[in-house]
Structure formats: C-alpha cells, structure tokens
C-alpha cells in the first residue's frame, strides 16, 4: 500500500455513492481518491509526506459541479458596472455615475444584472431615463437574465438602431409610437449594440476568466457544464490548463444560432469533440435557445400570458427547422442542450427529441432541456420516458409572490403549481440536475441549497417544490456527472474516481435549513491538488 499525499479525516463525509453513502475520512494520491472510510483506516495511508487536514466534524463532499454556467460571460462581466444591489432607479443612477466617473475614458458604460422595471417608481426604463443619468457618453445594459438590454440615446445612434433594425426571429428593437426606439432590445436585438463595442483582446479575456475561475474554485465548484462557447472559447480554457490556472472542469459546448448552417453540427461541433478532451477541457455538445424569457413575453406558453392574453410567445425557430438541427446532431452523437423556459417550448423540444429517437434509432443520449421555469403536466412523464434530463436553476424559482419579481404575474396563479416543479419532475421519474446560470445569478451554490431546502408556497394549498437535503446534492453532484456522461469518473467520493472534493464549514446535515445561505468552502480539491483554501 502506497501512502497518501492528502487525508482529510475527522469529517462527515457525504459520498453520493449508494454504496457506502458515509464516512469519516478520504484519501487522495496523485489525482484520485485511493480510500474512503472511517478515521482509523484511514491512518494506514498515512506516511511521511502525507498531509492530514482535519474536518473538524464538517461536511466533506464531491466538488459541486455546476451544471449550467457562463464563464466566458460572467468574467468578461466582472470589470462592468453591476446592479445585483440596485433595487430602484435611484439606484441605477448611482451605479452608473459612479461607475462613469471612475472609468472616464471608457468608450462605452457597459454594465450588467439590472432588473426589470427599474425606471422611476418601477416604471420600465427608457432611452430617456438612461439619458437623464448621462447623456454625453453611450449607455448599454444588460438585464440580469441576459435577455433584454436598455440603451440610451447616444448609444442607438452609435449602432444605427435609433429608428429601428432588422433583428433574428423573437427579437425586436422596441419602438415607440413615434417610430423611434424606446431604448429596449429584447433578445438578439443587442447584436446590434454588441457589432459597435469595442473587440475585448486574447489577453484581457484570458486575464478576467483567470479572476472567473478562481471566483468558482472559492465557491466549491469543481467542474461546470458551460452553456455558450465555440472553437476560440475552447481554446483559451486550454491555454489556461496549460499554464495551470485552471481549477475547474469545463465542458464547452458549440453554440447554434438560428443563422448557424445545418453543416456546422460536424464541422464545428463534431471538431470539438475530438479536439477537446483532457481531463480539464472537454467538447461534445450543442446549445441552443428555444425560445427567451417569461419576463418579456418571449418564452413560448401552450396557453396566452395570464397579463397579456393577445400572446403565448414566440420561438425562435420553426418547428422544422429546429427538428432539422436536433435530428442531425442526435445522428452524429452529439448531445444536446436546449434552453427552454416556457411549457409551449419544453414541449416542442420534447416533440424533436421523440423525433430524433424515432428517425436515429434509441441510444444513451441523454439530451437535456434547460431550465423548465412552467411544464404542462402532460409532459412531466415524457422527460423519464425519453431519457431527457431536466437541467434546473434553484435560484432562477422567486421566493414568494411579493418579492418585486414580474414572472408570477406573467404566467398567472394557475401555472403556478407546475412553476420550477422541481419535485413533480423528480417524482417523475426525471434526472434532475442543478446549476446557477451565472452570471445571471449567483455562482455560489449554497444559496442554491438554501433555496431548495426553504422554498415556500406561492399561495395557500399549492405545492412548495421543496427538497430535502440528499437529493438536492446528488443533483449538484452524481447526477450532474450523470449530465454530462462522466458518473464513471466524477461526483462521487469512492476509490478510483478523480479527487475533486470540497470541505465546508459546517455539517450541514445538522444545521437548520435556515442557516444553509451562511454556509462556505473551507476548502476545494480539483484533481487532487487544492484549488482553494481558507
């Protein structure tokens, strides 16, 4: 027997292995665990170099694997003005003001996060609000769900968009009854502002993922299943693993676009696939968007908006066409990601991936729809029926009706029973798994835990949708591995798999679910090397 380079003993270990769900102690050498076990077997691996830390009665657990991120996005957000505080416009002129003033020779005041219905009194924000904070110098902001973004004057002019512009499918610069633009893009309306924004350079993205991945590796997070990304976006997450500033696990998927050519599937996607599989960087699905968000009317319903009967949405591809693109992808292995927030559209995607097994043949494809903010009850059983894997966002769920949000009111006290219905999906017989979407919201995956375990009913007699504690982790761990075909290797705490591990600072299996928000990592392991550490 060999000695470890690492032990980690006097812990409560939670494994996500159904075998042996606990223990008291983990040993690592070189870069997997070779024993899990209690404190006294584990003094066997002990030897001269070996490193024991002691758990101090902590939780000790898989890395958590974030299954729907934005690296790439969220860091390059890092250095932008932020609105995660503001809650009024009073706010917003603050945030922009003193971001301007600090940043006088930026060409552009790019921020990111706001929310909806900020303008004065909760009103929507306009151009006009915008240029009553700063006129002389381009604004653009994007919402907190990445969806719509608000402009001021001098920045529609600037992109050629201030009487309007020729957008993709569901999307839209708004006007006003005067023909002229209110200062609202909603969808991929903003690649109008994005074709005028200053070219951020190789060095400054690889400099700001670094600040990206050291940000998760501080939250416990030890691989992500990113949610955007191509060929150029691959390779810097390679340079970093190369250099050895990644800590964390990416599988980079290609992203389609309604525009992207039916070829591109095994040009483009097929090519990361091969090119991308080390043990930190890995290729081999697609990401698409069905439809956009419930807060702007851009997610597809089955029935008409509770607040806007005169429509159920858009998509933003035809039937058949998208049909085209999930039949091929599934032909070539690929698997597939499907953004889809309303029941008209987790359906469509549900109808092509039936499609697909119809045409190809069944195989172990585990295509996956992202995030499922309404399911008609209709299709809860078809996600265990059809091998599709329900990938959720605990913090995406609103906490209560009265918390300012603009969703509950959009879909209606109807659809809130099958509202983010984490449990029907699970008692479903769906694969459940969870993420955050950052930087939509927070990275931090306890405030993810926290909301499952204290989730609240909307209204009296409806479902809370509330998870124990077990569950909720195997989604954030074995499951997610599960997610992205790597349960053989990751998301457990057994012999033989890669030692990615996080020690938290409480026993959270013993702290009120209450309290689970204060919870943090004392420290990360990433194949067997500590990636962070209090």
Not at 263 to 278: F, G, N, P, V
Request: proline share 5%; glycine share 8%.
């Amino acid at each position: 027997m060999s000695n470890a380079d690492t032990i980690i003993t006097n812990a409560h270990v939670f494994t996500a292995d159904q075998d042996n769900p606990t223990a008291q102690a983990v040993g690592v050498k070189d870069k997997r665990i070779v024993f899990v076990g209690n404190a006294a077997e584990a003094g066997e691996w002990n030897g001269a170099t070996t490193r024991t830390i002691d758990g101090g009665g902590h939780t000790l657990m898989p890395g958590f694997i974030d299954s729907h991120f934005h690296m790439q996005h969220g860091s390059l957000t890092l250095e932008e003005i932020h609105f995660e505080t503001c809650f009024s416009y009073e706010d917003t002129i603050q945030a922009i003001r003193s971001f301007a003033a600090d940043n006088p020779g930026a060409p552009w005041l790019t921020g990111f996060g706001l929310r909806y219905n900020l303008g004065p009194d909760h009103t929507p924000l306009t151009r006009q609000h915008l240029d009553a904070i700063l006129a002389d110098r381009p604004i653009a902001i994007t919402a907190y769900d990445g969806h719509t973004m608000w402009v001021n004057s001098s920045g529609l002019r600037m992109a050629g968009i201030f009487n309007g512009g020729e957008c993709p499918p569901n999307s839209v610069v708004v006007l006003d009854e005067q023909g002229e633009a209110t200062g609202e893009l909603k969808e991929h309306a903003s690649k109008h502002i994005s074709a005028v924004l200053p070219v951020v350079d190789q060095a400054t993205k690889l400099r700001l993922l670094k600040k990206g991945v050291k940000i998760a590796s501080q939250m416990g997070l030890t691989s992500i299943h990113n949610m955007d990304g191509d060929d150029e976006q691959a390779g810097l997450y390679a340079c970093l693993e190369q250099d050895g500033d990644l800590t964390v696990r990416v599988y980079v998927p290609y992203s389609i676009r309604v525009e992207t050519p039916l070829e591109a599937i095994r040009e483009e996607a097929l090519s990361l696939k091969t090119k991308y599989h080390s043990e930190l960087v890995r290729g081999g699905c697609i990401k698409l968007f069905m439809d956009g968000v419930i807060e702007t009317y851009t997610g597809l319903m089955v029935e008409p908006y509770t607040d806007n009967p005169s429509t159920c949405g858009d998509c933003n591809y035809s039937e058949e066409h998208f049909n085209r693109i999930v039949v091929e992808a599934d032909r070539l292995g690929v698997q597939i990601f499907v953004h889809s927030v309303g029941d008209g559209g987790v359906r469509r995607v549900l109808n092509a991936y039936a499609l697909a097994r119809k045409t190809n043949g069944v195989r172990d494809s585990r295509h996956r729809v992202e995030h499922i903010e309404v399911i008609h009850p209709d299709d809860l059983p078809r996600f265990k029926e059809l091998g599709v894997i329900a990938s959720m966002q605990p913090l995406h769920s609103p906490p209560s009706v009265d918390d300012g949000d603009i969703w509950q009111f959009r879909v209606g006290e109807e659809r809130w029973p099958l509202s983010f219905a984490w449990t029907d999906l699970r008692k479903a017989g769906a694969t459940l798994i969870f993420g955050s979407d950052w930087p939509v919201v927070s990275q931090n995956p306890m405030l993810g835990v926290h909301n499952t375990l204290n989730r609240k009913p909307w209204a009296e007699g409806m479902p809370d949708h509330h998870q124990n504690l077990a569950d909720t982790l195997l989604s954030y761990t074995r499951e997610a591995a599960y997610g992205e075909f790597q349960e053989h290797v990751k998301g457990q705490l057994k012999p033989g798999f890669l030692a990615d591990l996080v020690l938290l600072s409480d026993n959270i299996f013993e702290i009120p679910p209450e309290k689970m928000k204060e919870v943090h990592p004392l420290l990360t392991m990433v194949d067997g090397n500590i990636a962070f550490e209090v």
